[in-house]
């Protein structure tokens, strides 16, 4: 998150004196020598990445009846992007529990399932790849929050990727 805030924040200086009237060569020369540009290996800006979006609901959780209609009118914002809305439903858990397992098993979940089981009113996102929570959803967060929080969800910086 750091390196994403640190290549923000030299992208928006970038553009800020690109944007001024041009300086002299010699003023030039002196500001790109002492602009520091943190040098880090492999780090690739890419556009929507994958998120699992993962809501643990209950038909008798009083902030899921709150919380699931508002991501259910955030939901189309994201229907063309890499968003996959799973919904752990413990309302019959004691019944349909091996499902339950079945389907943290193939959205490779399972540990957040294993740790979370039971617990309903959130949503969390999360890189599928590595299972990492990158935000979480609660009943207090609006419509556009949670549009603007699955947006940086998507919008972040894989390193390690070549």
Not at 29 to 58: G, H, K, L, R, W
Request: charged content about 20%; hydrophobic content about 50%.
């Amino acid at each position: 998150m750091r390196l994403f805030v640190g290549l923000l924040v030299l992208g928006i200086a970038v553009a800020v004196t690109m944007t001024r009237a041009p300086a002299s060569k010699a003023a030039t020369e002196v500001v790109a020598e002492t602009v520091a540009t943190p040098q880090v290996e492999n780090v690739i800006p890419i556009v929507d990445q994958p998120v699992t979006a993962v809501m643990f609901y209950s038909n008798w959780c009083a902030a899921c009846q709150i919380l699931d209609p508002k991501i259910e009118a955030a939901k189309p914002q994201f229907s063309e992007r890499p968003v996959d809305f799973v919904k752990f439903n413990f309302s019959y858990a004691l019944v349909q529990g091996a499902k339950l397992q079945a389907l943290a098993d193939e959205k490779n979940l399972s540990h957040l399932y294993a740790v979370n089981k039971g617990k309903t009113g959130f949503m969390l996102l999360v890189d599928p790849a590595t299972e990492q929570i990158i935000d979480i959803i609660t009943l207090r967060d609006g419509v556009d929050d949670i549009e603007q929080k699955l947006d940086r969800s998507l919008l972040r910086v894989q390193v390690g990727a070549s």
